[in-house]
Nanobody
Framework: QVQLVESGGGLVQAGGSLRLSCAAS????????MGWYRQAPGKERDFLAT????????YYADSVKGRFTISRDNAKNTVYLQMNNLKPEDTAIYYC?????????????????WGQGTQVTVSS
Protein backbone atom coordinates (compact mmCIF):
# COMPACT_ATOMS: atom_id res chain seq x y z
CA GLN A 1 0.00 0.00 0.00
CA VAL A 2 1.06 3.57 -0.71
CA GLN A 3 -0.55 6.58 0.94
CA LEU A 4 -0.43 9.95 -0.80
CA VAL A 5 -1.24 13.39 0.60
CA GLU A 6 -1.22 16.46 -1.64
CA SER A 7 -0.80 20.05 -0.52
CA GLY A 8 0.07 23.44 -1.93
CA GLY A 9 -3.00 24.32 -3.93
CA GLY A 10 -4.69 27.69 -3.74
CA LEU A 11 -5.71 30.83 -5.58
CA VAL A 12 -3.18 32.57 -7.82
CA GLN A 13 -3.32 35.23 -10.49
CA ALA A 14 -2.60 34.45 -14.12
CA GLY A 15 1.14 34.46 -14.73
CA GLY A 16 1.88 33.38 -11.18
CA SER A 17 3.41 30.19 -9.82
CA LEU A 18 2.51 27.43 -7.37
CA ARG A 19 4.35 24.38 -6.12
CA LEU A 20 2.29 21.33 -5.26
CA SER A 21 3.63 18.68 -2.91
CA CYS A 22 2.74 15.01 -2.61
CA ALA A 23 3.96 13.22 0.51
CA ALA A 24 4.21 9.46 0.01
CA SER A 25 4.34 6.72 2.63
CA UNK A 26 4.10 2.98 2.59
CA UNK A 27 6.14 0.07 1.39
CA UNK A 28 9.26 0.17 -0.78
CA UNK A 29 9.69 2.93 -3.30
CA UNK A 30 11.79 0.70 -5.57
CA UNK A 31 10.19 0.65 -9.06
CA UNK A 32 7.65 3.23 -7.86
CA UNK A 33 6.49 5.79 -10.41
CA MET A 34 4.68 8.97 -9.41
CA GLY A 35 2.31 10.97 -11.56
CA TRP A 36 0.43 14.25 -11.49
CA TYR A 37 -3.02 14.65 -13.00
CA ARG A 38 -5.69 17.32 -13.03
CA GLN A 39 -9.42 17.34 -13.50
CA ALA A 40 -11.53 20.38 -14.31
CA PRO A 41 -15.32 20.36 -13.72
CA GLY A 42 -17.09 18.30 -16.34
CA LYS A 43 -13.86 17.10 -17.91
CA GLU A 44 -11.77 13.95 -17.85
CA ARG A 45 -8.75 13.49 -15.62
CA ASP A 46 -5.73 14.58 -17.64
CA PHE A 47 -2.16 13.35 -17.33
CA LEU A 48 0.43 16.05 -16.64
CA ALA A 49 3.75 14.45 -15.72
CA THR A 50 5.40 11.37 -14.27
CA UNK A 51 8.69 10.61 -12.53
CA UNK A 52 10.43 7.38 -11.65
CA UNK A 53 11.36 7.42 -7.99
CA UNK A 54 14.64 5.54 -8.40
CA UNK A 55 16.09 6.96 -11.63
CA UNK A 56 14.49 10.40 -11.59
CA UNK A 57 13.45 10.04 -15.23
CA UNK A 58 10.58 12.35 -16.15
CA TYR A 59 7.95 12.58 -18.85
CA TYR A 60 5.51 15.42 -19.54
CA ALA A 61 2.29 16.00 -21.41
CA ASP A 62 2.80 18.40 -24.29
CA SER A 63 0.25 20.77 -22.77
CA VAL A 64 2.49 21.57 -19.78
CA LYS A 65 5.98 20.94 -21.12
CA GLY A 66 8.16 23.96 -20.40
CA ARG A 67 5.80 25.39 -17.76
CA PHE A 68 5.50 22.56 -15.22
CA THR A 69 8.35 20.63 -13.61
CA ILE A 70 8.05 17.38 -11.65
CA SER A 71 10.73 16.49 -9.13
CA ARG A 72 11.23 14.38 -6.03
CA ASP A 73 13.03 14.62 -2.72
CA ASN A 74 14.02 11.14 -1.62
CA ALA A 75 14.88 12.22 1.89
CA LYS A 76 11.40 13.66 2.42
CA ASN A 77 9.53 11.01 0.40
CA THR A 78 7.88 13.86 -1.44
CA VAL A 79 7.16 14.60 -5.09
CA TYR A 80 6.64 18.14 -6.31
CA LEU A 81 4.95 19.82 -9.24
CA GLN A 82 6.30 23.30 -9.86
CA MET A 83 3.85 25.25 -12.00
CA ASN A 84 4.89 28.51 -13.63
CA ASN A 85 3.15 31.04 -15.85
CA LEU A 86 -0.23 29.74 -14.75
CA LYS A 87 -3.28 30.39 -16.89
CA PRO A 88 -6.99 30.41 -16.06
CA GLU A 89 -7.37 27.17 -18.01
CA ASP A 90 -5.03 25.50 -15.49
CA THR A 91 -7.84 25.78 -12.92
CA ALA A 92 -8.66 22.25 -11.72
CA ILE A 93 -8.28 19.77 -8.92
CA TYR A 94 -4.76 18.37 -9.04
CA TYR A 95 -4.09 14.77 -8.05
CA CYS A 96 -0.97 12.84 -7.20
CA UNK A 97 -0.86 9.16 -8.17
CA UNK A 98 1.52 6.21 -7.83
CA UNK A 99 2.13 2.87 -9.49
CA UNK A 100 4.76 0.15 -9.41
CA UNK A 101 6.31 -1.16 -12.58
CA UNK A 102 7.33 0.31 -15.92
CA UNK A 103 7.97 4.02 -16.31
CA UNK A 104 5.90 6.19 -18.59
CA UNK A 105 2.30 5.28 -17.81
CA UNK A 106 -0.17 8.01 -18.72
CA UNK A 107 -3.66 6.52 -18.43
CA UNK A 108 -5.31 7.09 -15.04
CA UNK A 109 -6.30 3.42 -14.83
CA UNK A 110 -2.62 2.46 -14.86
CA UNK A 111 -2.14 4.05 -11.45
CA UNK A 112 -3.16 2.15 -8.33
CA UNK A 113 -2.86 4.77 -5.64
CA TRP A 114 -4.31 8.28 -5.52
CA GLY A 115 -4.27 11.25 -3.22
CA GLN A 116 -7.33 13.24 -2.25
CA GLY A 117 -6.58 16.12 -4.61
CA THR A 118 -5.83 19.80 -4.10
CA GLN A 119 -7.68 22.70 -5.72
CA VAL A 120 -5.81 25.14 -7.93
CA THR A 121 -7.66 28.25 -9.08
CA VAL A 122 -6.07 30.74 -11.49
CA SER A 123 -7.79 34.09 -11.79
CA SER A 124 -7.55 36.26 -14.90
Amino acid sequence: QVQLVESGGGLVQAGGSLRLSCAASGRTFFTLNMGWYRQAPGKERDFLATINWTSGNTYYADSVKGRFTISRDNAKNTVYLQMNNLKPEDTAIYYCAARYGNFGARRPDEYNYWGQGTQVTVSS
